[in-house]
């Protein structure tokens, strides 16, 4: 894929969220479904290597990048990562006070609620590839599980569920 192109999309992505994640079901539409550039298994390889690694929780970007078009495409999902931290200086400039507006609020609140539904639709779709076992399926629930009840850092999640899986895989 040319990296001007994947900049675009990946920049669109980032744009449209409001934080990492939330730009992940426009990421699988337009890689996934819409250019098959991607499979759901790379997009969650992509993902998984995004997010043990540290820094913001939209580095999986970057991961996306390469699976699509090698270094160039990282450099592209790098560039969409941090394009609307510039942007956002000028933007708030010109809104000012009105961030505080009550109708304002509404409206972020709103568009917050849209995207956790096309998170929740999205992850349903990536762990329809990812759940193939009985063993995937209960690292799975156990994760959900653990991330909900006891608030863990999903880095020590993704950690556990690696052992725990390298651990069946050698069985």
């Avoid at 999309?9 to 994640?21: D, E, I, N, Q, R």
């Avoid at 730009?23 to 699988?28: E, G, W």
């Avoid at 997010?51 to 990048?65: A, D, E, I, Q």
Wanted: charged share 10%.
């Amino acid at each position: 894929m040319n990296a001007l192109l994947l900049y675009l999309v990946l920049l669109k992505a980032t744009l449209t969220s409001f934080s990492g994640m939330t730009s992940l079901p426009i990421v699988r539409q337009e890689l996934v479904v819409e250019r098959k550039i991607l499979t759901d298994r790379q997009l969650n390889t992509a993902v998984a290597a995004g997010r043990v690694s540290p820094g913001p929780n939209g580095l999986y970007l970057v991961s996306v990048g390469y699976m699509a078009a090698g270094a160039s495409g990282a450099c592209a999902g790098w560039c969409a990562l941090i394009t609307p931290a510039f942007l956002i200086i000028g933007l708030l400039r010109m809104l000012g006070t009105a961030v505080n507006h009550p109708r304002m609020e509404t409206v972020v609140r709103a568009v917050t609620l849209a995207s956790a539904g096309l998170i929740l639709a999205t992850s349903i779709s990536l762990a329809r590839d990812a759940i193939t076992s009985w063993a995937t399926a209960l690292i799975a629930i156990t994760s959900f599980f653990l991330l909900i009840r006891f608030k863990l850092d999903p880095l020590w999640i993704m950690l556990g569920a690696g052992i725990v899986g390298l651990a069946l895989a050698l069985i």
